[in-house]
């Protein structure tokens, strides 16, 4: 079944008493048991529960998966998946990393014994040259925020599954609409479902899915011990968002591509990163292994006066952390999302202070690009 | 001000833009910025949230904190607020500690390299005699779950402050209106608030109240880090149940004391554990601490045959997982809460197999007396 219709039919024929075409919100803890030793399935909403599990059981299948997990926050799905590991292993990582997984990783981790290498994870051969005898897994942003570089995850995996190690998938700016990374060799794949998959703007939440089930049920005991689970009505709002993930993923891509070319056409700007532009060198490959280019744009300008113009002079588009919602968001990551990378490393990767991320919404796209001119005018 | 009010005014209640009565609920992910140089206190919705943040403060009155963060379940809680622990740090732990509380110290972080020391923590001097070098905390339930033995508060914190650690107190069963742990000295107080704090059986959340704005900056650096928040839902929601905290807990407490005296009388009944009996050897020193006994209490029955029977027929007492509903909830914790307790280690703990736990709820004592008697025959 296409992906679409997939996202539409989740939790479709959850309600076998009622009908009712969407999930019930189970607002509640906790279970009645019809008799000892007996369960109905349910016992507790931290263990299980209904509405979360439709939404965990659509990701599983919209992505390939044996399982899926919610969590309360994309950066609580990935901690939970950091718990895998024991004090002394190393893991690969990729080097333009979203800011807070970088922080999770060197501040919080790191005190507890795990050691990260910061490759170009875009550079398969840059993989394979970080590699430890304490490597246990390699853990990559299919497409990286914020310079958009995409990895050749077929590559990597088969590398992974040489040396016994777990691939792990930070799929949140494509979407299984967009990539299947579990389809291409990763174990596990993980999402920031605030973004794109609830796509609205209204949600955090964070989303995993599991290929083995064996690997499932080690995911799953985690999950219920740190108990960071995604509340019934978040959870109901992530799967009526994931329903409509194709049309605004398709409406999103498209304007994202013309931004990109109207960008890489303006005086102002010097250098624009989007995969869908046929200089980006990573745009042969994508196009290959990737349904679309996602609906993120990287942009520098000629100078940093105008970083502060655009931020706080374009009406349509607001000054906001996040992305991938329906309405368009702009941000300056050197100071917002990278905060957290250490400066040396920001300034190698090329987050500095000209680089603005745009997360291109749904909106008439004449309209967004009307906005730009005018906040690029001054 | 007293607590029932402070249950209604402690945290802020009123939206200054519009007036409304209540906090909105923010469901929302992030804030719209207007300057490039200084961000707002709101940038993103798992580190701060309205909602949120109004619950947080709520309980941070309540509990006599100068902060609260609210997580996603009492076990986000727990599991983020131990982090701020290094590996080769050492805890001393009640060893009836709840099961989820032993599953993750005794899995997840001992492989992390902190480790526990499971101890009678109702025995001071055990408590102490557990203490190394490398110990950093004291993490306690008073009165534990499902025994309900109690352990002299003041007397641990004098025994940390000596070997300059902190105490870690669960609070769950108590709640602030009855007790308060930061006023006895202990410096973080947990919470399921999932049980009593929210009262409905309809949400799941946590939290975690310290005095020492130090201590309470490392939790919420966590928090944000760990993305362990509670949703905006769910905070509405806790902050509705909290207004009836008082109401609900005497109404409770009453229901809890008639239906244990009759129990007592039961002569299928052997024994009942619960702080409020006289006879209950952690009486005293939990009526020093604390200003009223709770309203879950657990009881051994004749045989594992009566124990079935209670547990399948009653009709109104919900056999289910959980506590401190308005619904009244009978478990079985050699089945449930204490589940993940290996079992020699939960019938030396006197986690038995005739051991049934009672959470009282608002139901009239009569029903639920004439049920748990048809259900007992």
């Known amino acids: 079944m296409n992906i679409a219709t997939e996202a539409v039919q989740i939790g479709l024929e959850w309600d076998t008493r009622t009908g009712a075409v969407t999930v019930p919100i189970y607002q509640t803890a906790t279970f009645r048991h019809p008799g000892l030793g007996q369960s109905t399935g349910y016992d507790y909403s931290r263990s299980g529960n209904p509405t979360r599990q439709a939404l965990e059981d659509g990701i599983a299948r919209l992505d390939g998966a044996t399982r899926g997990f919610a969590y309360s926050s994309g950066m609580a799905a990935i901690a939970n998946l950091l718990l895998l590991f024991k004090s002394g292993d190393h893991l690969i990582v990729t080097e333009d990393l979203y800011g807070g997984t970088c922080r999770l990783f060197d501040k919080v981790f790191g005190q507890y014994g795990l050691s990260f290498s910061y490759v170009d994870t875009s550079d398969t051969a840059a993989v394979a040259a970080a590699l430890l005898p304490s490597t246990r897994a390699v853990f990559v942003e299919t497409l990286t925020n914020p310079l958009l570089k995409f990895a050749d995850l077929r590559a990597i995996a088969a590398l992974c599954k040489s040396k016994d190690l777990l691939l792990i998938a930070d799929n949140t700016f494509l979407t299984p609409y967009l990539l299947r990374p579990l389809d291409l060799g990763a174990d596990i794949a993980v999402y920031s479902a605030t973004k794109y998959l609830a796509g609205h703007n209204d949600t955090v939440a964070g989303l995993v899915t599991v290929k083995e089930p064996e690997l499932a049920e080690k995911v799953y005991f985690q999950q219920n011990s740190v108990g960071a689970v995604l509340g019934p009505q978040d959870s109901w709002l992530t799967t009526r968002g994931i329903k409509t993930l194709g049309i605004r993923m398709d409406r999103q891509q498209q304007n994202a591509g013309r931004i990109a070319q109207w960008l890489a056409a303006h005086p102002r700007i010097t250098k624009v990163f989007y995969p869908g532009l046929e200089d980006h060198p990573d745009h042969a490959l994508m196009k290959r292994e990737s349904r679309g280019f996602g609906a993120m744009i990287a942009f520098e300008v000629d100078r940093h006066e105008l970083v502060e113009q655009i931020l706080l002079k374009t009406a349509l588009i607001s000054f906001a952390e996040s992305l991938g919602g329906v309405e368009s968001l702009i941000t300056f990551p050197e100071v917002q999302t990278h905060a957290d990378i250490p400066p040396e490393l920001r300034a190698r990767l090329g987050i500095n202070n000209v680089l603005l991320r745009l997360s291109v919404g749904i909106e008439d796209c004449d309209d967004l690009i009307e906005d730009l001119q005018q906040a690029l005018e001054g | 001000m007293k607590l029932a009010t402070k249950l209604i005014h402690g945290g802020p209640t009123v939206d200054e833009q519009t007036g409304a009565l209540g906090v909105p609920i923010y469901q929302i992910s992030t804030y719209r910025q207007t300057s490039v140089d200084h961000f707002s206190k709101y940038d993103y919705a798992r580190g701060d949230n309205p909602t949120r943040e109004a619950l947080q403060d709520t309980i941070a009155v309540l509990e006599g904190g100068t902060r609260c963060l609210a997580f996603a379940s009492g076990m986000a809680a727990i599991s983020t607020t131990l982090m701020i622990f290094s590996p080769g740090d050492h805890l001393v732990v009640c060893d009836d500690v709840y099961g989820g509380a032993y599953r993750v110290l005794s899995t997840i972080f001992s492989r992390m390299g902190i480790t526990s020391t499971f101890v ?233 197999d005739t051991l049934v736990r009672l959470s009282v709820g608002l139901e009239d004592p009569d029903d639920l007396i004439a049920d748990l008697q048809q259900a007992i025959g």
């Open chain 2, 120 to 352: 009678d923590a109702t025995d001071l001097a055990a408590i102490e005699a557990a203490i190394r070098p490398e110990t950093k905390g004291i993490y306690l339930e008073t009165p534990s779950n499902p025994l309900l033995k109690v352990t002299d508060l003041r007397g641990a914190v004098e025994i940390a402050r000596r070997h300059g650690i902190i105490t870690l107190v669960d609070n769950t069963f108590m709640t602030p209106y009855l007790q308060r742990p930061l006023e006895l000295g202990c410096d973080i107080v947990l919470h399921s608030g999932t049980k009593f704090i929210n009262g409905h059986s309809d949400v799941l959340c946590g939290f975690s109240v310290v005095k020492d704005n130090e201590l309470g900056q490392r939790i919420r650096y966590i928090q944000n880090a760990f993305g362990t928040g509670l949703g905006p839902q769910d905070s509405f929601l806790t902050l509705r149940g909290v207004k009836t905290l008082k109401v609900r807990m005497d109404q409770s407490q009453l229901n809890t004391s008639r239906i244990v005296t009759w129990l007592k009388a039961h002569p299928r009944v052997s024994k009942v554990h619960y702080p409020g009996l006289p006879e209950h050897p952690g009486h005293t020193i939990h009526t020093a601490q604390a200003d009223g006994p709770g309203a879950v209490f657990s009881f051994e029955l004749d045989s594992y045959e009566t124990t079935k029977r209670l547990l399948e027929n009653s009709h109104l007492a919900a056999f289910a997982v959980s506590l401190g509903g308005v619904e009244s909830i009978i478990s079985y914790p050699a089945k449930m809460s204490h589940a993940s307790v290996p079992k020699e280690e939960r019938e030396r703990k006197g986690i038995t």
